[in-house]
């Protein structure tokens, strides 16, 4: 079955430093991979996608099929950063997300 | 346009009592989805309708029920309501199977079950 693995529930870092949440998925195809972010009180919002290859609010992700990662990187934290992210798989075509557990990012002044 | 809209944004509803959650979107989005989220679980997928007139189940679909109504409406039924059915429902939209095709969410309904 796919999978996609979020191993931090919580990061906390300090504005000014760099950010990384981890995301690993398990397929052996070549999937789609996305990064979703949830402000407070507001809805689930693309942030990017990997076959876009672009930078969003400062943030990027490359795809590493061989240690099938797609980790999320900026390299200064800003407070409005704090969010909840999500990292999500789509295996092919029509078929649905699969979604991570969900990081939640706070930002420390 | 308003996107994904999702009706109500609240409710409180006793255990074995019923419901439906409404959904609609004016993109002309092809396929529909509906999702809860739990805290620590994640987004995971209830039901979801690829195209008009065909829903399929995901991975969490016992206890519901879904209709698309047309291309724009898609609906979650609860016959008999149970406290573990207490979460956030979201419900998304997507035009079609491209990559370039972004998935759009709702704003969320609310749900507590006493």
């Known amino acids: 079955a796919q999978r996609v693995t979020q191993p931090e529930k919580l990061l906390s870092v300090f504005k000014g430093a760099p950010v990384e949440l981890k995301c690993n998925y398990s397929y052996s195809g070549s999937p789609e991979l996305f990064w979703y972010v949830q402000y407070s009180r507001q809805r689930l919002q693309l942030l990017l996608r990997?076959?876009s290859r672009e930078s969003i609010k400062g943030f990027t992700a490359d795809l590493n099929k061989g240690e099938t990662s797609f980790h999320l990187k900026k390299p200064f934290a800003q407070e409005e950063d704090s969010a909840m992210y999500y990292c999500a798989l789509r295996y092919s075509g029509n078929t649905p997300l699969v979604f991570g557990k969900g990081t939640r990012l706070s930002v420390i002044a | 346009n308003a996107g994904v809209t999702q009706t109500p944004k609240f409710q409180v509803l006793k255990t074995g009592q019923s419901m439906t959650l409404q959904c609609a979107q004016d993109m002309n989005h092809n396929s529909m989805y509906w999702y809860r989220q739990d805290p620590g679980m994640g987004l995971r997928l209830i039901y979801y309708s690829a195209s008009e007139g065909t829903t399929d189940k995901g991975e969490v679909p016992n206890g519901y029920n879904v209709s698309r109504l047309n291309k724009r409406e898609f609906s979650l039924r609860l016959e008999s309501a149970a406290p573990s059915q207490t979460s956030v429902y979201f419900c998304?939209?997507?035009?079609?199977?491209?990559?370039?095709?972004?998935?759009?969410f709702g704003p969320g309904t609310r749900l507590t079950v006493t």
């Open positions: 990997h076959i």
């Open positions: 998304a939209s997507r035009k079609g199977t491209g990559n370039s095709y972004e998935q759009y």
